[in-house]
């Protein structure tokens, strides 16, 4: 069963920095590229970022481009975002997703705020 957990959510200052984790199970992650994406209410959902499935190659788009930095540890399954530089405008809640043929899979996610 895929599952996809994520952590480290919280408040923070604009200007600050968080880093957020998912821990992946029930597939091969070795094999499988993931992606972050967020929601912020009244708003479409959005991709953040994207890395292969070796960590060698990232994608971003130009709203967090620069700030924000995705990694991967294949040896623990798990899949990390960087976010520095943050502005209110990046508060929303953060989902972790991996594509299949048949279908996304996503977890639950995770608030993060950003707020003086």
């Known amino acids: 069963q895929v599952q996809l957990v994520e952590s480290g959510g919280g408040l923070v200052q604009p200007g600050g920095s968080l880093r957020l984790s998912c821990a992946a199970s029930?597939?091969?992650?070795?094999?499988?590229?993931m992606r972050w994406y967020r929601q912020a209410p009244g708003k479409e959902r959005e991709l953040v970022a994207v890395?292969?499935?070796?960590?060698?190659?990232?994608n971003y788009p130009d709203s967090v481009k620069g700030r924000f930095t995705i990694s991967r540890d294949n040896d623990k399954n798990t899949v990390y975002l960087q976010m520095n530089s943050l502005k209110p405008e990046d508060t929303a809640v953060y989902y972790c997703?991996?594509?299949?043929?048949?279908?996304?899979?996503w977890g639950q996610g995770t608030q993060v705020t950003v707020s003086s």
């Open positions: 997703n991996v594509v299949f043929v048949f279908r996304d899979y």
């Open positions: 890395i292969s499935s070796t960590g060698v190659g990232t």
């Open positions: 029930g597939f091969t992650f070795s094999s499988r590229a």
